[in-house]
């Protein structure tokens, strides 16, 4: 039978940690500094011939999802 917290009678899924608030979360903001296009905007260094602000965009997307498997490794309970 599954667990219910005293308080509000919601179910508790096992596995699942109840405090979200967890310093690893803080690794997620990383990925939207890819968003602040004028730190970007900008022509040079090319890599390739292309300009910056598009390989800088395309460099964030394996850094991104790095991010976001650390902090679902470190966050889930085993």
Not at 15 to 42: D, K, Q
Request: include cysteine; charge should be positive.
């Amino acid at each position: 039978m599954p667990r219910t917290s005293s308080s509000d009678g919601r179910r508790e899924r096992p596995g699942l940690r109840r405090n979200r608030r967890n310093r690893w979360n803080l690794l997620l903001v990383a990925p939207f500094v890819m968003l602040v296009t004028p730190l970007f905007n900008s022509i040079e260094p090319r890599l390739f011939g292309v300009p910056f602000f598009y390989w800088s965009q395309f460099a964030w997307v394996p850094v991104g999802v790095l991010c976001v498997a650390i902090v679902h490794r470190k966050t889930v309970a085993r």
